[in-house]
Each structure stands twice: as C-alpha cells, then as structure tokens.
C-alpha cells in the first residue's frame, strides 16, 4: 500500500513539473492578468443604445412654374462712349490735375509734359524765321534795284536774273521757317492733355513722374451720359438670336432696374477667357446705376418654365446637381437630381426635377445625408 502511494506521489510530481515548466508558467499568469482588463474594456463598449431625434431642417416650398428668361448674366455698367486719352509726344509727365470720377469740360487741361525740348524748338523756329524775313526783304529790294537798272544798260542780264533768284530762294526759306514754326508751336502745344469733349474721368493710367510714350493712355474718359450694361457671353450665335427687351438690375439692389437693347456684340473672342463681349444700351437708367455697378441681366419671356428656389438648396450627386426633398410621409430627405435653367443674384432657376408643392431644404444641405429622419422647422421666405 505505502508503495502504491508513493508511486502516485511520484507520477504526480512529474506531472506537475511538466505543466509548470518556467515558460508556461509564465504564460499562465499573464493570461490571468489580462483577462480582468479584456473584461473591463467589454463591459464599457457596451453603451445603452439612445435614441437619436429627427434633425430640424429649414426648407421651402416649390412654387409653380413660371415663364423666366433662358439667359441671365452678371456684368457691370459701362459709359456708352468711352474715349482712352494720351500725349502725341514722348516726355515724362509733369502734372496731372483731373482723377477718377471728376467731372471735365471741352479744352480742360487734364495733363502736362515738361516743354523745356519744345519750347526750345520753338525759339530757334521763331529765330530761323527772323532771318528768312530779313533775307528775303533784302532780296526784294536788290531784284527792284536791278529791275530799274536793267532798261538803261547799267547791268547785264545774268545779274537780273540772279537777284531774281536770289529772290525765289529767300521766298521759299522763309515759308520753310514759317512751316517749321507752326510745326514747333504744335509740338509745343501736345505737351498740353485737354478734354475733347464734356465727359467723367473713369480711369487714370499714369502718375506725374513717369515717362510716358506717344500714345500711351494716360486718362480715359466718358464723354456722353449713356450707360451701357456690358456682359461676356460663351455662345454668341445663341445670344444675337434672341430679340426683345432686356431687364437690367442692380445686384445690391434689385428694385433699382432698367430696360435695354443689343447693342453689339464683339466678333472676336477674348483670348484669355474665349468668351465674347455683349453691351446692351440702357433706357433712363436710374441714377444708382452708376459706372462700375455690378447689374444682373435678363431676357425674359423667351425661355422655358423654370422654378425659383435659393442657390442655398443646391447640392450634387454624381457630379450633377440636385436638391434634398422631403417626404412628407415618412419626414425623410429624398436627393432627387434637378435641371438647372440659370441663376440669378440669390436664386437658382430649376426647369426639371421637381414638382409644385414639394418642400426642399434650404440650409445645411452638405451635412445631410440621403434618407436621413428630418422634421420640417422654419420655412424660408
């Protein structure tokens, strides 16, 4: 019996040594360990689920459609005639006495070159003709002298007809010089920029002190009190098809508006921006469409139905845009793509893809997602 239990004892012992080698041991006891934070860290993932309320949206109605223009553009006011101004002289400038926005007269002094070269021209003109004057008198008195000698044999022939050319060739010095003096009084003059006409400076192109070359513009000026909306357009075979009355409209004010007709259209494309210049004569414009004014052009009456919504409620899906509708049964936001006809200031004008009646979320559509709970909150004027 002893020997039975000490040969358990023994079996036993070896058993133990075997499982608790150093390593396995080892091994044990950081499983212990873990184990308490793997549990710990489960019991915190384990959140009570909370119920997300529907998101409050700012939406609008769909109004019903409405005939609006296929073409609408943002341009500025224009003088309708516009005159660039500069020197027929090279020189530096010396004064410039108008700036932007004043008003001038005909034969206002706008500018000045320094004259010191020109007035000296005009000095040794005026010289040069003194003494082509003098020559020619004492020409014609020695021809007369000759002409009264020759009847009595006194002088020989050849000598009249010298001093008659003697004569000749003063005559011409002396138109000559006369040409050279008026040729120097306008020189003179040209450093002198006056005003051809009545008109408002819209742009001034040089500061005294700079050298300026012949023809350079220094001042441009608007020499009538038309006003001109001008646009630039991608298609203008399209554009000069439509006929009819423009509405001209102040984008800071859109109450101050106009009408106005084609004027013109460039025949040659802008070679940076490839598109072509427009300009459309306004009738009466308001006196808040002053030059420079950002203005909104429209040609109404032409185009199809479209729907006015704010631009606010633009998004995209596939690269194509579209708007957050919401279904009124479910209260969930439905991204329905739309076919845009144009935009004006604020609005953008939808010719497809909605239907009158429908409300479309106006705010925050970039954080929304499509199917999204919403309840409808404050509708947008």
């Given at each position: ?237 399209a554009f000069s098809r ?34 072509w210049r427009v300009r ?102």
């Open positions: 019996m002893t020997e039975d239990i000490s040969g358990f004892t023994d079996c036993m012992q070896k058993m133990l040594h075997h499982l608790f080698t150093p390593l396995r041991l080892m091994l044990l006891l950081q499983g212990i360990l873990v184990l308490p934070a793997v549990l710990l860290l489960a019991g915190c993932n384990e959140k009570p689920q909370q119920h997300t309320p529907p998101r409050p949206v700012r939406t609008v109605t769909v109004p019903a459609p409405s005939q609006a223009g296929m073409f609408t553009q943002t341009g500025e006011i224009r003088p309708h005639d516009e005159v660039t101004l500069g020197f027929r002289l090279d020189g530096r400038l010396l004064t410039r006495s108008v700036d932007v926005g004043d008003h001038v007269a005909v034969g206002q002094v706008l500018g000045t070159l320094e004259n010191s070269t020109s007035q000296n021209q005009l000095d040794s003109a005026r010289a040069d003709l003194d003494s082509a004057r003098a020559a020619e008198q004492l020409a014609v008195l020695n021809l007369r002298r000759m002409t009264q000698l020759m009847p009595s044999g006194a002088i020989a022939r050849v000598q009249l007809d010298t001093a008659r050319s003697d004569w000749q060739a003063a005559a011409s010095r002396r138109r000559s010089s006369e040409a050279t003096l008026n040729t120097a009084r306008e020189n003179l003059s040209w450093t002198r920029l006056t005003a051809p006409a009545t008109g408002v400076v819209t742009q001034v192109s040089a500061e005294p002190g700079q050298v300026v070359s012949a023809g350079q513009t220094v001042v441009t000026l608007a020499v009538s009190s038309g006003r001109d909306a001008v646009i630039d357009v991608a298609d203008p075979q439509r006929t009819g009355q423009f509405r001209v409209s102040l984008l800071a004010d859109p109450t101050a508006s106009a009408t106005g007709t084609l004027r013109d259209i460039s025949p040659q494309a802008d070679a940076q921006t490839r598109t459309v004569t306004l009738e009466n414009p308001p006196p808040a469409m002053a030059l420079g004014a950002s203005v909104q052009v429209g040609l109404y009456g032409t185009g199809p139905a479209v729907m006015c919504l704010p631009a606010s409620a633009l998004t995209r899906i596939q690269g194509k845009p579209a708007v957050f509708v919401v279904d009124t049964a479910g209260r969930r936001l439905q991204l329905r793509p739309v076919t845009l006809a144009g935009f004006t200031a604020a609005d953008m004008l939808v010719s497809a893809g909605l239907r009158p009646g429908e409300h479309v979320v106006t705010a925050g559509v970039s954080k929304l997602r499509e199917g999204e709970k919403v309840t409808v909150g404050e509708e947008a004027e």
